[in-house]
RNA sequence: GCGCCCUUAGCUCAGUGGUAGAGCGUUUCAUUGACAUUGAAAAGGUCGGAGGUUCGAUCCCUCCAGGGCGCACCA
């Protein structure tokens, strides 16, 4: 027997064909797709997004997935709801990830580093490999439903956003917030570069704790091997047992490699509870050290190299590799009888790099950086707490736009972690010896800049490359986030939609923005959505960046979303694994299901556990809906009066879904989706489909017991509650809710597709 | 060390100052004209523990236990 036509929904088919009736209708374009064709009705606003611009190292997974669909949700609501509506698409060059995946690659199949290739080469293969990416990216997006407005799709690194970065580097170095300096920065001599302190992952290891003699002194160590060049030995003012010693006193002790003179220092630094109260300083390989160094101007010099090698300040031990050398110092050291005990427990934490698991050596290194407590004019009102004109700094600014409320965060405890994140914040370092990337916009001529000195536009420029000869470009280039941190703004036109004002004191960030511009329609954007991981990275730099060159904030509110995870509650990555791949779990089950299940039970803030009977589950509601069709359908609902007068039940079921309606909007509006969504899906199964559809079937069936006038009720009431059901179901399951629309509805509604009819 | 979060059905998670919810799983029954990707029903929870506030607490407060996370960090 043949089963009856369309009986299950197919996504496969659909899915494509809804995708691309929007994208010709235009409905995702901030001019056209409101559902009132461009021009905010009155009383309506203006709604806009940035897309967090995906990582160009490869596919989208889940979490870009769980992103997308979370974003796509409000957007397609706004958009209903008659904003107009911008969501803004782009990828980022992810600078040192995507080298290193280059790397890795050509490493793998041509057994080349990229320095065999030069600079030159590599760059355009790093360049081929992010167009591919990106091209994926971009076909994954439209595949995961989002509506987006791809006439103005942004990349990181295109020359639109260089412009805005050499803008911003040249405007923060004339602020002064730009500056080189030569501080402790975390070396990752695996990838030869720089990592930020929030790239540092911190792992616990057990080690030995030396106990060594240092003249008349113990001190401890993990680290025999950095203590070559330790000339100081610095403990508390206070502390009784040492009063003896005078700061600054002198003494001869035997050391690693010989007699050395050791000079005492008293620092309210050291912690007289631990160890022995005592210690020695490595301020060139030690944050901690440095401060204290860099406070009594005391000497620092470098003991391993670039490269984890000793210098040779270590002698005999010169040119080893650090791994190497701890023992057989130690072995000297007990020769010489300056080993006192050995702790075999003692448990540290090391730094790596999140980047590539190498083990981070501090190093002493003249870097660029942004300095977050170097005060600058304000240059608006519009961030609570600061004043026009007066001074501020990058810190304040970070601080209150939150605390000010200008920026919300949702769930709020997020705000929690950002204050804290501020409080400890050190200067930012933004430039990394790798290739790939926006390259540092200063050019030397004759000698480099250093700290110490003063150089003259002569010998330094900073923005564009100047005339003339001689001129060399810095070889480094910048942290990603440097770049992303400009994001809402950089892709709406900045700097050219801000004009600088000639007449102003205060140049360097004041400007004009130009009327009627994308930045002056849809800046500050409405909101933003992504993940608690980057909530340091990117959402607190993004509201660095905005506030000084705009004085303003990037977005209104950050919705902030968790990680997704495994039935066993694992982070899912590739390398585990245990990854769903959106597109192709979406192949078996429809996209539909895939957003439903990523959004249904998922609070803000909390990690989200998708599994295949998640899905599954959504999918058969998919099915559902489409049955419902069919059904309405062969009752001839499709073609009712839809003004007939309706009898008491049915106005009361009416009434009721009012309340639904009100519901789900509300709960959008305060970005509860997870419960919208659950609201539309109870509605529409258990109470539209079980309840009102099971009883109305009677109605619809026997005419003979039927009064004319309930028959024509009846389905003058399915079919207004089918409609509005599609609409609230749309945001959430675009797809199956646009076909259903487009078989059944569109011939008989002016407006021709679902994702452009108003809100109910 | 400073701070945050979690602990609810067998599993994974939502939720609320007033008889507890979803997905998946389990049990029973139904079914050839929307849908077995279904329907009807059932089993299953003293909402981590102990106090307190309240007419009433799973929800608010305090403490405790277990788990997770952020930041800082000691040589």
Request: charged share 30%; net charge neutral.
């Amino acid at each position: 027997m043949e089963e009856a036509p369309n009986k299950k929904y197919d996504p496969g088919s659909n899915e494509g064909k809804m995708y691309q009736l929007w994208e010709e209708a235009g409905i995702f374009s901030a001019e056209g797709g409101s559902a009132s064709g461009g021009n905010p009705p009155k009383g309506r606003g203006v709604f806009s997004m940035v897309l967090p611009p995906p990582n160009v190292t490869g596919i989208l997974h889940i979490g870009h997935a769980l992103m997308v669909t979370l974003s796509d949700v409000i957007v397609r609501y706004r958009r209903m709801r008659g904003d107009k509506t911008l969501w803004l698409p782009g990828t980022d060059h992810a600078a040192i990830a995507t080298q290193e995946k280059v790397e890795r690659d050509i490493y793998k199949s041509e057994g080349k580093t990229r320095h065999d290739l030069g600079r030159e080469e590599f760059l355009r293969r790093v360049d081929a490999f992010a167009k591919a990416s990106h091209d994926g990216i971009v076909h994954q997006l439209r595949k995961l439903g989002a509506s987006l407005d791809w006439s103005r799709e942004a990349f990181t690194l295109d020359e639109e956003r260089n412009q805005a970065v050499k803008e911003a580097f040249k405007r923060m170095y004339e602020a002064g917030l730009i500056y080189r300096g030569s501080r402790i920065v975390n070396w990752d001599p695996k990838l030869q570069t720089t990592v930020s302190d929030d790239e540092i992952e911190w792992k616990e290891e057990k080690t030995n704790f030396y106990y060594l003699k240092y003249g008349p002194f113990t001190i401890a160590t993990a680290r025999p091997e950095t203590k070559f060049g330790d000339k100081y030995v610095v403990m508390h003012p206070e502390d009784e047992r040492y009063a003896k010693y005078k700061d600054g006193e002198k003494l001869n002790v035997e050391w690693i490699n010989g007699p050395v003179v050791a000079t005492i220092v008293k620092d309210k630094a050291v912690d007289p509870s631990f160890g022995t109260g005592v210690m020695t300083i490595t301020p060139a390989h030690d944050a901690a050290d440095f401060d204290i160094a860099e406070r009594r101007k005391l000497d620092r010099e470098q003991v391993i190299d670039f490269h984890g090698k000793l210098l040779p300040i270590a002698g005999e031990f010169a040119d080893t590799h650090i791994s190497k050398a701890r023992s057989l110092i130690v072995e000297k050291l007990k020769s010489k009888g300056l080993v006192e005990k050995t702790d075999e427990n003692y448990v540290h934490r090391i730094a790596t790099s999140s980047r590539g698991g190498g083990v981070i050596e501090p190093q002493l290194m003249e870097q660029w950086f942004v300095s977050v407590s170097k005060k600058f004019k304000a240059t608006s009102d519009k961030i609570n707490g600061i004043k026009k004109g007066s001074e501020t700094n990058l810190k304040e600014i970070m601080l209150k736009a939150v605390e000010g409320g200008q920026v919300n965060i949702i769930p709020e405890r997020f705000k929690n972690e950002y204050f804290h994140w501020i409080e400890n914040l050190r200067d930012w370092c933004i430039s990394r010896q790798i290739w790939y990337g926006h390259r540092i916009p200063v050019w030397y001529r004759k000698q480099k800049i250093n700290n110490n000195k003063q150089l003259t536009t002569e010998e330094i420029r900073v923005g564009e490359k100047p005339e003339g000869e001689g001129w060399e470009q810095d070889p480094d280039t910048l942290d990603t986030w440097f770049s992303s941190g400009l994001w809402t703004f950089s892709t709406l036109g900045w700097p050219d939609a801000c004009r600088q004002t000639e007449n102003s004191k205060l140049k360097t960030q004041n400007c004009e923005v130009v009327p009627g511009s994308d930045l002056a329609v849809f800046h500050p954007t409405s909101l933003l959505v992504t993940a608690y991981d980057i909530l340091f990275f990117w959402v607190a730099r993004m509201i660095l960046m905005t506030g000084f060159f705009l004085g303003d904030v990037p977005f209104k509110t950050a919705y902030i979303h968790g990680i997704v995870r495994d039935k066993d509650k694992k982070k899912m990555s590739k390398s585990k694994g245990n990854a769903i791949d959106p597109l192709g779990i979406a192949e078996t089950y429809g996209m539909d299901a895939v957003r439903m299940a990523l959004v249904v039970g998922n609070a803000p803030g909390s990690d989200p556990v998708i599994s295949e009977d998640k899905i599954r589950g959504y999918r058969n509601f998919a099915t559902k809906v489409w049955n419902i069709a069919r059904f309405l359908n062969m009752n001839e609902v499709f073609t009712a009066d839809s003004g007939a007068k309706l009898v008491a039940r049915d106005a009361l079921h009416m009434k009721e879904f009012e309340a639904v309606k009100a519901r789900v909007t509300s709960l959008i509006d305060r970005y509860q989706l997870h419960e919208a969504a659950n609201e539309i899906y109870h509605y529409l199964w258990h109470t539209f489909a079980d309840k009102i559809v099971e009883e109305g079937k009677l109605c619809l069936r026997s005419d003979a017991d039927a009064e004319a006038g309930d028959t024509a009720s009846t389905r003058a009431m399915f079919r207004e509650i089918f409609r509005e059901s599609l609409i609230l179901l749309h945001p959430f399951m675009p797809f199956v809710t646009e076909a259903i629309y487009q078989e059944h509805f569109a011939p008989f509604s002016k407006d021709k597709l679902l994702a452009s009819t108003p809100w109910c």
